[in-house]
């Protein structure tokens, strides 16, 4: 093999893991997804769906939501979403490890309480058990959690646990992991938008494991959503049709 | 999902005392019979027989005047209540009705006259609750007495359904989905007492129907907590248990050693084969237990106890043993063991496995998820895995609170959210409210700060829109009174603040994390 040959081949090597490197941080080549994937469910807002690699979040995957500071919207958005990701039929575990969810609200926006277990840890590592028992239990439909630490091993652990029991794991960390290693379908950082409307309004853009925005199949990395006033319902900000005030 | 409905069997005996006489003595049936009570008007008929009451007497009517009615050639025979010897018949009568349910008991009440039975995994062995209730009135009558039968859901329902449905020899079978048809029911189908229902017939409310529509927290203020409980007890929300008349057995079992183990498989190995004494005696009875006391004697140090909590009745030993070891693998033995003793508490019996019983979801998936709510209780404590429950009060922080998961407890969806929309309140409640510092004032709002600071974090104010006024009656102890704000800041974060109009103090209670 000549010189040249030999530096083609590597060339070659180089870019095609290269692309393979592009399409784990997306999602799609490590699970093997299509856009068109079967288990995908809607998050019930088009916008949203299309910053998944299956359009939709697939069940028996994880999401990574990352707040970007105080009252960054990724808990009101990932908790809007989990919602309407849930599978009829099954629970919904929240791991609340810093005792600050509302239940009150969680009624307010249609979730059905005896369906709903709130589960407050002591401790990250009671965090991750509980998020992994929970994750593997058939009986689960989705489990949002608190979890800021996480090591690669327990990450796969989630993720096959999600698998096994084709729940669906919401995990609510802050910016900071975002250069730590994923196993999820989709990791999306959520800033507020200070729009003036009378509503909140957030930007949910897709974050790659180096911090960076990252890219995807069709349209732009990120959306602009807000929430419907009335029915707590996400909506892209195109798609939002004449918020009311919020105190009339 | 896991929340299963017991199916609870009333047997109501119209006339108990009545009846009891009449059981001991058939010639009684012949004579005109009035069970009489004596109080500070004199005395009155409690009861009366088929006899005199087909000569026009009623319970309440003084005697002189239930004696003027009798016919001459009827003869009159008077009792006085006995309502000591009454209770104790009824119980002589509950181990009669065991083949046909778990420990029965008597109703909660002074002079009771019904016999409850939880009758939940029971009746698949008679073919279906319709064959059980027509086996146990056949039972009922060859005793001489003449029994109301009703099946349902709750214990409050199911007497409801008995004492105003029910006929003679017409059992009357009502799943949850039937509980509306009993709401059109007067009030006294709810157990309350006759002040209650008197104060309430004179607010013009005389149907269960009627009530359920009132506002609890009203009820509550003006009524106190029984309209609540029974409502509750007759709905299902509130668990009630039945006091079985017969003592249950104590299950359990101890061993003492001569000489301490440290080793945690030697611990392991005692305790797993107590355990194994403890649960067999429960299976060929197709028992189980809820809870489970096990207690580790220690050499000079203080006996450890452990409290284990299931959903449901078990004697599932892989499961229990797993929920135990959850427990102790947390607890390093700092002392020899020198004894272990184990009980089992709350025993009941195993709930027949079918699909139809959980409510759109697969019994796998529930039987998964209730395993799942006993190792997480296990493992981190009863008070760290719960159910959310909504209170009917306006003050944010006192609008809901949480049981644990294992509890027998269907939550309470309270009615008081409908009135608000969803971004009324946020998701993220602070516990409690953190203390604001202010930085200059908005110009045309004086009364609203332009800048407010927690431990270093600066809030610009971008728009504020309200208050909202929440505050306490002047009636309760504690008075709050608070105007909230929703919050949008200069980078557009979302939260939630208050001004406690005592004293003009701003706390920022919560955010649209």
Known sequence: MSIHETFFSRKQTIAALRQQIQTTQSGGLLRGLTSSSPSAVSTGCTDLDALFPAQGVRLGSLVEWLETGPASGAGTVSLLTAREVCPSGRALVLIDSHDELFPWVLKLWGFDLSRLVIVRPHSERDALWVCEESLRCEGVGLVWANLERLTSLSYRRLQLAAEASAGVGFLLRSSRSVREPTWADARLRVHPLGMGRAAPCFRVEMADSGGRSGKIRSGRPWVDMTVDRVRGLLHGISEAANPLSVVS | MGFRKPRILCLWFPDWPVQRLTASHPELAESALLITETGHRGEFVHSANSLARQRGIRPGMPVSEARTRLVPGDREVVEP???????????????????????????????????????????????????????????????????????ATSVGAAWAAAHFLARARRPVLLSGADTPRLESLPLSALRLGEKTISRLSRLGVRTIRQLLTLDRAALLRRLGREPLLRMDQFTGNRPERIVPCQPVPRYQVERHLETGITHPEAIESLWSHLLEQLLKPLRPQRLGTRRL????????????????????????????????????????????VTGVSLEACEIGPLVFVSPEMFEGTGHQQARQFSLLLNRLSSRLGEEAVLLPELVPNPIPERSFRYRPACEEVVPITEESVRRFHGLDRPPVLFSPPRPLEIIGAVCDTPAVPQVFLWQGTRLEVGRMWGPERIETGWWQTESVSRDYYHLETSLGQWIWIFRRLSDGHWFWHGEWR
């Open chain 2, 81 to 151: 209540l006995r309502a000591d010897l009454d209770t104790a018949a009824l119980r002589e009568l509950a181990p009669a009705c065991e083949p046909f349910g778990f420990c029965p008991g008597l109703e909660e009440a002074d002079r009771p006259e019904c016999l409850l039975l939880e009758i939940t995994g029971v009746d698949h062995f008679f073919g279906g609750e319709r064959s059980l209730a027509e086996c146990l009135d056949r039972a009922i009558l060859e005793r001489q007495y003449d029994g109301r039968i009703a099946v």
């Open chain 2, 293 to 336: 006391e096990c207690r580790f004697h220690l050499e000079d140090r203080p006996c450890r106890e452990i409290h284990i909590r299931l959903r449901e009745a078990t004697h599932n030993l892989r499961h229990i043993g797993e929920l135990l070891g959850l427990q102790l693998e947390r607890t390093p033995w700092d002392a020899p």
